[in-house]
């Protein structure tokens, strides 16, 4: 059984900083990428950022220079260093990895969600 837990959402106000957090718990022999995604009322989820086994890292143009990925590959843990936010941040932010592989099964799965705010 895979889970994965978002943490570190909040009400921030423009220009402000939030670090979230994901942690995959589950019997995992290796995850290939971790990303987070991000939904608005109204919009389609997009991509913000993924990260991948090798550390290789791609952002949506809208972040790129304000947030930043990481990963912890030994814990299977994700984070999202988010600066310098802006009010059309505001999303539900989804953490999801891919191929995660357990037993011979490859899978991919998304955390429950964790909301962020920027409003003054």
């Known amino acids: 059984q895979v889970q994965l837990v978002e943490s570190g959402g909040g009400l921030v106000q423009p220009g402000g900083s939030l670090r979230l957090s994901c942690a995959v718990s589950?019997?995992?022999?290796?995850?290939?990428?971790m990303g987070w995604y991000r939904q608005a009322p109204g919009k389609e989820r997009e991509l913000v950022a993924v990260?991948?086994?090798?550390?290789?890292?791609d952002y949506a143009d809208s972040v790129k220079g304000r947030f930043t990925i990481s990963r912890d590959n030994t814990k299977y843990t994700v984070f999202l260093q988010m600066n310098s936010l802006k009010v059309e941040d505001t999303a539900l932010y989804y953490c999801k990895a891919d191929g995660i592989r357990l037993n011979k099964i490859v899978i991919s799965s998304w955390g429950q969600g964790t909301q962020v705010t920027v409003s003054s």
């Open positions: 589950g019997v995992i022999f290796s995850i290939d990428a």
């Open positions: 990260i991948t086994s090798g550390d290789t890292t």
